[in-house]
Nanobody, 122 residues
């Protein structure tokens, strides 16, 4: 059984930084693409970034390029999202997801974590 558990969220002032983590159990981590999505209250879940299983290919939502960095440590079965220069509009629940293919659509991801809340104060 695959389980994804996010951590690292919290309340931070605008301009600050956070690193989110997603610990994965099960055999999929070393072969699946991993991604981060986020969902703000009253809005649809939106893609943030993904990283392929090898770690050498990443893709970002345009609005987060340069501020967000996705990475993974396959030896530790852990996915990361470094967020710098946080803005109030980054406030959302952040979810990690795993799927066999890289995509910016949530439909291509089979496994999801429960989410971790990031709140950015102005």
């Amino acid at each position: 059984q695959v389980q994804l558990v996010e951590s690292g969220g919290g309340l931070v002032q605008a301009g600050g930084s956070l690193t989110l983590s997603c610990a994965a159990s099960g055999r999929i981590f070393g072969t699946y693409t991993m991604a981060w999505f986020r969902q703000a209250p009253g809005k649809e879940r939106e893609f943030v970034a993904y990283i392929r299983w090898s770690g050498d290919s990443t893709y970002y939502k345009d609005s987060v390029k340069g501020r967000f960095t996705i990475s993974r440590d396959n030896a530790k079965n852990t996915l990361y999202l470094q967020i710098n220069s946080l803005k109030p509009e980054d406030t959302a629940a952040y979810y990690c997801a795993a799927g066999p293919l890289g995509s910016d659509s949530y439909r291509f991801y089979e496994y999801w974590g429960q989410g971790t809340q990031v709140t950015v104060s102005s």
